[in-house]
């Protein structure tokens, strides 16, 4: 079995920080047979992914990059504008 694990550490202003965390927080008890991903707050915010295959990794980062987009852009226009 293939095991491919990856940490993504994303830095900034805590309250960035807390929005991003409180986005992908609710999907991390979306775990399949093949892929999950744990968040962690603290002095920055760490995802931890763990997926068995390309497939399910990828599906897994995806969808991780496409909440942080949504959080990034609505802190870039709605906090920081």
Known sequence: MIMITSEIVVSGDKEFLKACHDALEPETE??????????????DLRITIKAEDATA?????????????VVEQAWKHGRKG
């Open 57 to 69: 990794f990828r599906a897994v980062t995806t969808t991780l990059t496409g909440l942080l987009s």
């Open 30 to 43: 979306y775990k399949t047979e093949r892929a999950s991903y744990d968040v962690e707050l603290g002095k």
